[in-house]
DNA sequence: GGGAAGGTTCTACTA
DNA sequence: GAACCTTCCC
């Protein structure tokens, strides 16, 4: 280790690292801001920062956090590091916002007022726990629906709101208030917390608790976050917190450093409570002394970055930054236009069929969509293909139905209160327990103010012996499951549920068994992994003490993991079954199918966020798809629109394709969708169109009929650069229908409106047509009944 | 309790 | 068009 920064310059950890590289990592103490354009090396300089901190003994693992926004993310943190230096970092502060506020709560249990053994809702746990509130108090499901009313707790919460906090300002938003207030008494008395009360309790008792506040104050000295343009409010306020407010609530920055990492450009979380103005509010209130671009790409060839900084530029609201690359200009952006989304399908396969050719695999492929709703066609055009394909997104390892029943389980063997997992399982197998009985024994349990658990005595009859037994026999299996490990824990309450046994008698169970095999697996794995048993998590003492970075802090207060802050709960650790419980609900696994294949790899524009491709084929570009058409109507979703755009293409290294439909099936009815915006907003010099660039979808194109390629009949004509089938000239046979722009129409459903634009033939034709009452339409004639008005 | 039938919804999604 | 949820009926 070194001991001054003299030496350090010429560490190893700073070797081919850029200029700006190169001043982020070796920042001075203070907070600072990075902004981090796509490419630019994140995740190495926050790495090589820790690594250097820690080399420099400018601070000891003790004395970092980092924090994330996906488990990925902190994962690949620890591996990198783990690879620069020698330091154990599982002990380190580094992971998610939420698991870090889940490690700060599990030590400070009593504290923040929680049960020892307090379990995590997700996102699902939540919405069944709002719906059994609601109907308790009978609230009317059709004005408030469970979504809504959990949507507004969650970003109540995001804002760091309690239910006192908000601002009712009609019956309504009253009513809602009232639902989140006993929402959380509810969550309160069955032990359990969701995501943002992770978040919105360890923020609270930060502010509320003097001593505890001081001590990790001074405790993390150097503070980093990643991926801050999608922090939220909380978020913020924590951070904040952490580095320096006082009972007051006066903030004044401490000794510690910040350093926030980000790409306002790369913000496309609004949607559900980021704040890209944190950002900003960031330079203001922390005094930030340094800012620094990374500009530089190492990712993509400059006719790929040109695009995205042309389209960016687009964008009012910016910090203002603008990718760079020493690579060439590289293939051109190449631009599709098909007849159909079967088509755009079709020509994609071929095309990927020729990249294959040319010695790309598979797996460097990516297909991005807007909305998963598309990817449907062409999942299809690929299975036919025999193309290998894999598909983000969808249901995690741990959100399936039967993890779900058996974690249930185990959840009532830790914290018998919890009724959530209680009404999931009480007649899971099947056992006798209907509707009614479950009734009766929530009226009883309301009455009492106990538990479904503790109830159950208070109903009699057959129901009541029925209850008995199932709760007989979860406590005989909470004394069974004693002193065994993890691994003969679910084996046995897989074997004594009856879940096993229920799925075998289940023609289609056999996936679920497997699933469930899987979870007995995936325990066993963490148990090895996280070294529950050995002490993994704390770092080793000796080590700590004679690292000279140790030197400058209080001797008296060792640089542990935990127990460390007043009042911590001392000694006591988490059981391994509650540990894997937590591990459950915070990284619900696995997003996508088995690895490892070499596969197209399929995905939403989101999911795509972070990861990159040799080649990218961005799909569907047409105006309401992309952008979508519910952030069309304001100019801030639409900029995050764009933002979202501008993510998708800077995913390409090599060879990026954007392809856009005439028609396209959504929601069982055929559409006619212009093409995107975005086109307009591209460098020309950049693109090649592989079909005529289309004047006729344009909205001015009043009228005009045909002018775009079609290959129909040869479904996606394709060769290496151009297309097989040449464009079908221009139709000018005259219309059959009779409509003329500007006349008058009726219909059905709509109503009464204005022909403003008719296009093709026979049963291609179709019309837009402007109702007053319902917008502008694109009605394919064959389809659509109009009557001349 | 379970299956059939009917109705509803459909942007992005991490923890 | 399809997946999901609720309701109805045996």
Known sequence: MFTDLAAAADSPLLHNLNPEQRAAVTLPAGNALILAGAGSGKTRVLTTRIAWLLQTGQVSPGGILAVTFTNKAAKEMMTRLGAMLPVNVRGMWIGTFHGLCNRFLRAHWKLANLPSTFQILDTQDQLSAIKRLMKQFNVDDERFPAKQTQWFIAGAKEDGLRPRDVEARSDDDRKKVELYQLYEEQCQREGVVDFGELMLRSYELLRDNDPVREHYQRRFRHILIDEFQDTNRLQYAWIKMLSGTTA???????????????????????????????????????????????????????????????????????????????????????????????????????????????????????VLYRSNAQSRVIETALFNAA?????????????????????????????????????????????????????????????????????????????????????????VLREQTQGLSLREIIELVLDHSGLIEHYKADREGADRIENLEELVNAAESFVTQEGFGRDAVALPVDELRQSPASQGLDPNRPVLDEPLAPDA????????????????????????????????????????????????????????????????????????????????????????????????????????????????????????????????????????????????????????????????PPQKAAPSHGLRSGMQVFHNKFGEGTVTALEGTGDDARAQINFPRHGIKWLALSVAKLTPV
């Open 248 to 366: 007051e609530g006066r903030f004044t920055p401490n000794d510690n450093s910040v350093i926030a990492v980000g790409d306002d450009d790369q913000s496309i979380y609004a949607f559900r409570g980021a704040r890209v103005g944190n950002m900003a509010d960031f330079v203001r209130e922390f005094d930030v002394s340094h800012q620094i671009k990374l500009e530089q790409n190492y990712r993509s060839y400059s006719n790929i970055l040109d695009s995205a900084n042309a389209l960016i530029s687009h964008n009012t609201k910016r910090l203002g930054k603008n990718l760079r690359t020493d690579q060439g200009p590289g293939e051109p952006v190449r631009v599709y236009e098909a007849t159909s989304d079967f088509a755009e399908a079709q020509w994609m396969v071929e095309e990927m069929r020729q990249l294959v050719r040319d010695g790309i695999d598979r797996k460097e492929m990516a």
């Open 387 to 475: 193309v290998p394909y894999r598909v983000y997104g969808g249901l995690r390892f741990f959100e399936r139905a039967e993890i779900k029943h058996a974690l249930a389980y185990l959840r009532l063997l830790e914290n018998k209160d919890d009724d959530t997992s209680f009404l999931r399982i009480v007649n899971f197998p099947p056992r006798g327990i209907g509707a009614r009985s479950i009734e009766q024994l929530q009226d009883a349990a309301r009455a009492a103010g106990r538990s479904m658990h503790d109830a159950v005595s208070a109903v009699g009859g057959k129901a009541g012996s029925n209850l008995t037994a199932f709760v007989a026999k979860i406590d």
């Open 569 to 728: 709960e001392t000694g006591e650790t988490l059981s391994p079954l509650a540990a894997f419980l937590t591990h459950a609900a915070l990284e619900s696994g696995d997003n996508q199918a088995q690895a490892g294949q070499d596969a197209v790899q399929l995905m939403t524009v989101h999911a795509a966020k972070g990861l990159e491709f040799d080649c990218v084929f961005i799909t569907g570009m047409e105006e309401g798809l992309f952008p979508h058409e519910n952030s069309m109507s304001d100019n801030e979703s639409l900029e995050e629109e764009r933002r979202l755009m501008y993510v998708a293409i800077t995913r390409a290294r090599q060879r990026l394709y954007m392809s856009h439909s005439q028609t396209r099936m959504l929601h069982g009815q055929t559409r006619y969708n212009l093409k995107s915006r975005f086109f307009d907003e591209l460098p020309e010099g950049a693109l090649k169109w592989l079909t005529p660039k289309n004047q006729g979808f344009t909205p001015s194109a009043f009228g005009y009929g045909g002018g775009y390629a079609t290959t129909r009949g040869g479904a996606g004509g394709f060769s290496k650069d151009s297309f097989a089938s040449p464009p079908v």
